[in-house]
Nanobody, 124 residues
Framework: QVQLVESGGGLVQPGGSLRLSCAAS????????LGWFRQAPGKEREFVAT????????HYGDSVKGRFVISRDNAKDTVDLQMNNLTPEDTAVYYC?????????????????WGQGTQVAVSS
């Protein structure tokens, strides 16, 4: 079992920035993909970003392209999400997710391991 713990959420003004981090522990596979998803009240869980084991393949959701940057540190088993130019529409609970192997899925259903989530609120 893989445990994921997110940190870094909070309240930020529109146009501001926030950096989320997620640390993996437990029975971590030799190779695994990491992703970020978010869920706003009353909405379905939305894909935000994913990064391959090597870091060479990255995908972003359309709503965050050009504003968010995902990165990972395999030595520390961590993944970060740098969020810039935030808008109220980015308000959600952000979840870190992981899946073993080389695939780079974009669907939440394809990720077996999840963190507990961290709240991000964008408001003036």
């Amino acid at each position: 079992q893989v445990q994921l713990v997110e940190s870094g959420g909070g309240l930020v003004q529109p146009g501001g920035s926030l950096r989320l981090s997620c640390a993996a522990s437990g029975r971590i596979p030799s190779y695994y993909t990491l992703g970020w998803f978010r869920q706003a009240p009353g909405k379905e869980r939305e894909f935000v970003a994913t990064i391959s084991w090597s870091g060479s393949t990255i995908h972003y959701g359309d709503s965050v392209k050009g504003r968010f940057v995902i990165s990972r540190d395999n030595a520390k088993d961590t993944v970060d999400l740098q969020m810039n130019n935030l808008t109220p529409e980015d308000t959600a609970v952000y979840y870190c997710a992981a899946v073993g192997g080389w695939g780079i899925p974009l669907r939440a259903a394809d990720y077996p391991w999840w963190g507990q989530g961290t709240q991000v609120a964008v408001s003036s």
